[in-house]
């Protein structure tokens, strides 16, 4: 195609299709090395863009550093500085290069002759599983305790021999279910058969040459390999699998759930390394705890990592909903941990791993972000999906493996930081939101706080030191993520240009986009002409997006379907690229909110980590709003505020579990000064600028002005003391005004949705079980949405409410109770009366934007 004769003025609705598959059909078959296609592409026709492209275009991050603070032995192993320049490979793409045998008989056959080198033999995999996990003295005193139970209910006597065969029976019952009879046959054959298919609904599957070379250099320690990846996608079991083959890499066993148990299908799942576990664990069919499962589940696992097998393990437990990393269980992740202090293994290497998709398989979540149960797997279901893939094309696939980090030096340095007293959410907001309310009885559980020991024996310390592994785990797996073209086109649709927009006008904000994005030391999908990619994107988002040719310039004009179900799809793959800028966004909200201003919160913040520890934590008004905002992105909203020294703060969206709020919220203080959407002023400017609104509040609500240093100042030296007291203000510039819009309303549907949320608990009446209360609410923000209410219609996604009745509870504004099959909600004593959820309303709503 001769490139300098594209026009968008003259494209039609098919050529949309045709261009951008012809574009990323180059960068697949030419070349492997998709970050030597980036660095040389070809000029839009846009004088602007053209200079944009040729002078900022860079070199992409190297993602997926373990933690600097956590594991610096780690960190300095398994890397060197050629490792990043070995660049990205196309798993999919072979030809006879990638085989001993050259002619025209191995170009036919290649596919075949690679799969038949690949090393994968039956003496790689565990051996006589069931057996061991039978003999293990764990499993045999559960046997015994069960089977006791069993003869005399209520009583621990001697078993009889027929109690102890019907339960030893069960066990390897169990265990058929559980255990995993690995096949190199099968493992050949779907590695054949995986070619063929993704290259049939897959442009490309893009992995990194020097993350691989890690791992390779990791299954030389003859430890036994953790692999995590974030879980969006049915196709997460089958692409790690098959890279791992690609590369002579032992296939991992793959934890799976027992949705997945079907017929035909889980033999095929156990053939290939997949075990079934129960989803949930704690409880077994009688009401009571199923020690015996329990029992084997953990001897199970204990088992494969002794045999140095590798694991693959889904932290989220289940694929996300909204696009976004969810919240960590970490019920088998406490398994390896207890298996790495019972010595069954030396050590063992964690590998966090980040996938992303230009479109996922499943097409969208749709159905149950609307509020439709899930349907369960079946065989048919499964064959209709595959027929469905073979007639699609789902564009782009990119993997990246995080750098191996020792799980032993992780908890060898955790038992070297203090142990931290817990707060919780309740504790650190309620007296921001009812100042009035006496201080003691918001401190009654202040007393409690985790032990002064680093034994893993002690339960709050085990809990505690697992809940921050997991979190490490996912924050390091979503930065690994790459952000696809999807991600940054509904983006932009949905938050910059939701009225529509250009075709041009898109392809430069896009590409201005992928430079932010880039800067920020995330990495990017894709490659090519940002004109040909965007029309990739706009194809793939296919009923999502309207596209209309205008008389103006006889140019596309591209609109964003704002109705239900298509904003909430737009939204999940949105969702893929927030991550990137939610420290700046919530930095803006903390500044523009009528609660509290930036220079407040930084400034309180600062002051908060030099008080004696023992005073009040929350009588910051800018820590209380920063801690929300971030209680309100964080899916997981699962906060360990570890006293008022260290801050330690849990975010794995925003921040690694080690850093401190002040010093998040300092690093991206840091960026907006950097970018130059926050200007650092002498005090005396203020005469001679006429300040905006946002700035007279600032002004009114700082008890003195931000001082800032200057890099070139001793402290010994009398400089400093010459220098004017400066303060921050906000450029008025249109270019920074139109970015600090952008991030306001990337948090916007989370804010509505809460506040909406907050309204419709004003007039709650309970007790009510907690799945008819989150049915009600969705269908109170469905209708708002129906009714052209809401300001964004995707805040009434499931998964929204999901997380606004679990903040709720986590505040105090609801008293659970227990129930066998559900959890029974009504309000708490402290919210019954109405003026203390009118209270609430307002601190709510004092986050919004107006």
Known sequence: MDETALSLGTIDVSYLSASAECSISRCKHSSEELGECNSRPTLFRSATLKWKETLLSRKRPFVGRCCYVCTPQSRDNLFNASIPSLGLRNVIYINETHTRYRGWLARRLCYVLFVQERDVHKGMFAKNLTENVLNNSRVQKAILDEA??????????????????????????????????VSPTLIRLTGWILLKLFNSFFWNIQIHRGQIEMVKAATEMNLPLIFLPVHKSHIDYLLLTFILFCHNIKAPYIASGNNLNIPIFSTLIRKLGGFFIRRKLDQGRDGRKDFLYRALLYVHVEELLRQQQFLEIFLEGTRSRSGKTSGARVGLLSVVVDALFSNATPDVLI?????????????????????????????????????????????????????????????????????????????????????????DTVDEGTEASLPNTRDITCEPYRRELIANLAEHILFTANKSCAVMSTHIVACLLLYRHRQGTDLSRLVEDFFSMKEEVLARDFDLGFSGNSDDVVMHAVHLLGNCVNITNTSRNNEFFITPSTGIPAVFELNFYSNGVVHVFIKEAIIEYCKTGSLCSLEVSITRLADLLEVDKDE??????????????????????????????????????????????YQVCHESVERLIQYGILLVAEQDDQEDVSPSLTEQQWDKKLPEPLSWRSDEEDE?????????????????????????????????????????????VHNFSGPVSESEFVQKLHRHLISRTEKNVAVYAESATYSHVKNAVKVFKEIGVFSQTEQRTDTILELSTTFLPQRNRQKLLEFIMSFMVL
């Not at 065989?379 to 995080?402: E, Q, S």
């Not at 309100?632 to 579990?657: E, F, Q, T, Y």
């Not at 005004?737 to 306001?744: E, S």
């Open 148 to 181: 006791s139970e069993t003869s005399a209910p209520g009583s621990f006597v001697q078993a009889d021999p027929k109690a102890i065969n019907k339960v030893k029976k069960k066990a390897r019952k169990i265990l058929q279910e559980m255990v995993a009879t």
């Open 351 to 439: 590998i966090p791993v980040g996938i992303s998709y230009d479109r996922i398989i499943e097409g969208h979540y749709s159905g149950e972000q609307l509020g439709k149960p899930k349907k369960n797997e079946s065989l048919w279901g499964i064959a209709r999906g595959v027929f469905r893939m073979l007639r699609k094309n789902y564009g782009c696939v990119r993997v990246d493996f995080a750098q191996p980090f020792s799980l032993k030096e992780y908890v060898n340095s955790q038992s070297q930081k203090p142990v931290p007293a817990p707060l919780s959410l309740e504790q650190a907001l309620l007296p921001a939101i009812l100042p009035s309310r006496p201080s």
């Open 616 to 661: 009040a934590l929350t009588e910051s008004d800018g820590y209380c709003t920063t801690k929300l905002m971030y209680e309100v992105v964080d899916n997981s909203s699962n906060w360990a505020v570890c006293g008022k020294s260290s801050g330690v703060i849990s975010m794995p969206v925003a921040a690694r579990p080690c850093q401190v709020i």
């Open 716 to 760: 010994d030296s009398d400089f400093g003391e010459e220098q004017r007291d400066c303060y921050l203000k906000v450029s008025q510039s249109q270019e920074h005004q139109q970015y600090i819009t952008f991030l306001q309303r990337l948090l916007g549907p989370l804010l509505e949705a809460y506040s909406s949320a907050v309204i419709f």
